[in-house]
Nanobody, 122 residues
Framework: VQLQASGGGLVQAGGSLRLSCAAS????????MGWFRQAPGKDREFVAA????????YHADSVKGRVTISRDNAKNTVYPQMTNLKPEDTAVYYC????????????????WGQGTLVTVSS
């Protein structure tokens, strides 16, 4: 199983980014997908999750209204669209796959991508 995260970069505060996570080696439509982030010196933090079909989503309070998670099962890809980015959003963003319908806890995720760095300048 491979999860390939991409789309990170340097953006100014108030800007937008769309990350991508392309999955291979698994039946994508049978996995809940999630995004987490980890800032230097901090624990991994939940960002957003989406159910198998995409009908159900969770977003962390810290990003609600600014991040929208979606998925394209035909492309085996999950996206968080991030807008109005803030310096505190600076972190390495990781995508994960869970055999649960949908999950917020990192322990529920059994496959992880390598991470993509998002840096938001003030």
């Amino acid at each position: 199983v491979q999860l390939q995260a991409s789309g990170g970069g340097l953006v100014q505060a108030g800007g937008s980014l769309r990350l991508s996570c392309a999955a291979s080696g698994l039946t994508f439509s049978r996995y809940g997908m999630g995004w987490f982030r980890q800032a230097p010196g901090k624990d991994r933090e939940f960002v957003a999750a989406i159910s198998w079909s995409g009908d159900n989503t969770y977003h962390a309070d810290s990003v609600k209204g600014r991040v929208t998670i979606s998925r394209d099962n035909a492309k085996n890809t999950v996206y968080p669209q991030m807008t109005n980015l803030k310096p505190e959003d600076t972190a390495v963003y990781y995508c994960g796959a869970t055999s649960d319908f949908i999950a917020r806890e990192p322990d529920a995720y059994i496959h992880w991508g390598q991470g993509t760095l998002v840096t938001v300048s003030s």
